[in-house]
């Protein structure tokens, strides 16, 4: 029973995300844009993380139905997500003041 226990805890402790790296830094905050990354709760990928990397630089891990909002310069971004053997690509244009939201599907339809 405490190892049932035990497992449950870890393959639980593997659905939670959080920021897992650095984010970009934003040089002018009146001009900053904003991205919102979403993940609904698809049976897909139900017990792991997907795995974001912006601009070839791990950020975040986000679990099922999660949010997670950022800012960043206006500009260009390489937005690639892993999750199992997936590995989905999107490039993410963004301008002044802009929010952009962006869902993050397991199958790689964003």
Not at 12 to 34: D, I, K, R, W
Not at 87 to 99: G, Q, Y
Request: proline fraction near 5%; hydrophobic fraction near 40%; glycine fraction near 10%.
């Amino acid at each position: 029973m405490g190892a049932a226990i035990a497992i449950l805890g870890v393959a639980v402790g593997c659905t939670t995300g959080g920021l897992s790296g650095t984010l970009p830094a934003v040089t002018n905050p009146s001009e900053a844009a904003n991205i919102t990354l979403y993940r609904d709760g698809t049976l897909p990928g139900w017990f792991t993380t997907i795995v974001v990397d912006l601009n070839d630089r791990e950020i975040y891990r986000v679990g099922r139905n999660e949010a997670f909002s950022f800012a960043v310069d206006p500009g260009q971004y390489l937005l690639v997500y892993r999750i199992g053997f997936n590995e989905c690509r999107k490039v993410v244009w963004v301008e002044p003041r802009e929010n952009v939201r962006v869902r993050l599907s397991p199958i790689c339809s964003v």
